[in-house]
């Protein structure tokens, strides 16, 4: 079946420096959409960004994502992290009919 | 337009109860997600609905955990019994279904089990 796959389980940066948070997926599928969700403390996940199209950078919010099918990535990244961008981070697949989700990486930043 | 709703908020049991926990989706979705999350094992999914037919029960947890879709607006998940190593943060969420849509979350219910 589909499977998402996340590296980190945390990154730790600190605030300016650039973010890049991996994301990389199985899936039998052609045409995958491809998803980031973000969690802050005490909140539920919520949509940032999403994807359909190969090599077409997404973004949303300051972080953008591009979907390369001939490695099967979909990273997110930030060209300087904020304190605010703490929060925990699931890259997310739908190729056949239903949602499969990362076991996420929380990103902490600090000053 | 309302989102996914979610109760109780929070839910403290003692080991053996049996404890239920509700979910409305948003109106008009037809999947519905329940999931629980834990810090080290991040979104674990338990049960998925679409247009109320039982499309995957998460089979690590067929035995104590029960999820229902009585009708397109209104669903529970049943605990029965608790055990402590089920405490954690039980998510319902909905979509309308199909490859590019985005799936809302509820707020959540802590369940703690002493």
């Known amino acids: 079946g589909d499977s998402v796959t996340q590296t980190e389980g945390l990154v730790t940066l600190t605030e300016g420096l650039p973010v890049m948070l991996n994301c990389t997926y199985q899936?039998?599928?052609?045409?995958?959409?491809l998803f980031w969700y973000v969690q802050h403390l005490n909140e539920s996940p919520r949509l940032l960004l999403k994807s359909f199209t190969d090599n077409k950078r997404t973004e949303h919010q300051g972080f953008h994502a591009t979907l390369h099918k001939s490695s099967s990535s979909f990273h997110l990244q930030k060209s300087s992290a904020q304190l605010s961008d703490s929060a925990l981070y699931y890259c997310a697949l739908t190729g056949g009919y239903k949602v499969v989700f990362g076991s996420g990486t929380r990103l902490l930043v600090s000053p | 337009d309302a989102g996914v709703t979610q109760t109780p908020r929070h839910e403290v049991a003692e080991k053996g109860q049996t404890i239920i926990l509700k979910c409305e989706p948003v109106?008009?979705?037809?999947?519905l997600f329940w999931y629980r999350q834990t810090k080290i094992q991040g979104l674990e999914l338990l049960s998925y609905f679409r247009s109320k037919s039982l499309m995957e029960d998460g089979g690590a947890f067929k035995d104590r955990f029960k999820a229902e879709m009585l009708n397109s607006s209104f669903s529970t998940l049943k605990i029965q019994p608790t055990e402590p190593k089920d405490s954690a943060v039980y998510l319902c969420a909905s979509s309308l279904g199909g490859a590019d849509t985005e799936v809302f979350f509820g707020k959540g219910t802590r369940l703690t089990v002493v």
């Open positions: 109106s008009g979705h037809n999947d």
């Open positions: 899936t039998i599928y052609s045409n995958p959409f």
